[in-house]
């Protein structure tokens, strides 16, 4: 069992939080284990490809593997309160880059030796030694987050938004007790401490730290506790509802086209430009190209040089799976999971 002793101060700083660090770690690590999301599927060769930056594979190396029961809290920055000044993921973003040397080194050091089942790849201990692994990580998320979760954000955080006011509805009618001992069957409330079903017995003083309670979408149903970095305290949850009334046809995390790439693939019928497509669709020219840059690094569209224009235009594989995903959305919302269950090659 792990008790978590907190106090009357901890439980009148409880507050609800998303977390598209978390959720962007959560995803990354299925990427990387090519496993699959029970909801939103498969990643898709997009967050595969991402896999080859060298910040987002320093990211890989920091994630448990095989057994491994700790991830470094320096990846998760606990939500702050900012978030009407700037966006949430901007703002974890900077904390990473943020994180003290001491810190980065106790947790990427000290703690994965004492929690990992394998020793710290000497090349990550190097970039851990030269001081420059923040701006490094700080840069991986932000990659990865760009070429893989950005776009479906909305979604992700429309269900946890729905858990955030099911909770404080919860605890202004039960209060935070009861609701702590409701988040998980395998967490309980014991009126000074919070408690947690574990084949080993630990006890870890809280006291005096801001509880931050953040439902988790895509590391459901696994149960995180962040208290390693100082000051902190972290509960990670599965929210409720996760694929309920879910528009599965968009499907804007598991397939690789979401809305500004499948708005440019249906233009796409004739080859045009990027400033032509810029001027059609609304999106700016340097969306366009970065989606044009995705779209054809999965061989969904062709370039071409014409004088001074680059003209783009889809291939006929992408002109098929566009009509195969429009029968799917007659045939049935399940069957059109296709469009990222195809196995495109990747350059």
Same mark, same amino acid.
């Given at each position: ?25 959560a995803w990354l690590k299925l990427t990387a284990a090519s496993g699959r999301h029970p909801v939103f599927g498969d990643p898709g060769p997009l967050a595969r490809a991402s896999l080859a930056h060298p910040d987002v594979a320093l ?10 029961? &700790? ?31 001491? $810190? ?58 729905? $858990? ?71 509960? &990670? &949850? ?110």
């Open positions: 069992m792990l008790t978590l002793r907190v106090d009357a101060n901890t439980v009148s700083r409880t507050r609800l939080a998303p977390s598209p660090a978390s959720e962007c770690m990211l890989v190396d920091l994630l448990p593997q095989n057994g491994d029961t &700790y991830r470094p809290d320096l990846l998760t920055p606990q939500p702050g309160t900012d978030a009407q000044r700037r966006d949430l993921i901007d703002e974890q973003i900077a904390q990473i880059e943020a994180v003290a040397q001491d $810190d980065l080194e106790t947790q990427v050091f000290t703690h994965t030796r004492t929690h990992w089942n394998r020793p710290l790849l000497a090349t990550t201990r190097r970039i851990a030694e030269s001081g420059q692994m923040q701006r490094h990580l700080a840069n991986g998320l932000a990659r990865f987050w760009r070429d893989t979760l950005a776009e479906g954000w909305p979604e992700l955080r429309s269900i946890i938004h729905q $858990d955030i006011a099911h909770r404080a509805t919860a605890i202004a009618t039960h209060g935070v007790g009861r609701t702590l001992g409701a988040l998980h069957p395998d967490m309980a409330w014991a009126g000074d401490a919070i408690t947690l079903a574990k084949p080993w017995d630990a006890e870890i003083d809280v006291v005096g730290r801001d509880l931050v309670l953040t439902p988790s979408v895509l590391s459901r149903p696994a149960v995180i506790i962040q208290v390693d970095t100082p000051g902190q305290f972290v509960f &990670y &949850y599965p929210a409720q509802r996760i694929g309920a009334d879910r528009d599965r046809r968009s499907g804007k995390i598991a397939q690789v086209v979401g809305n500004a790439r499948a708005a440019l693939l249906a233009d796409l019928e004739t080859a045009r430009s990027t400033a032509e497509l810029a001027a059609r669709t609304g999106y700016t020219p340097g969306t366009v190209s970065y989606h044009l840059s995705a779209l054809h690094r999965a061989r969904l569209v062709t370039k071409a040089r014409d004088g001074r224009y680059v003209l783009y235009q889809r291939t006929a594989h992408a002109a098929g799976l566009l009509e195969e995903a429009h029968c799917s959305t007659r045939r049935s919302s399940a069957s059109t999971r296709k469009l990222t269950q195809s196995k495109w090659p990747l350059t």
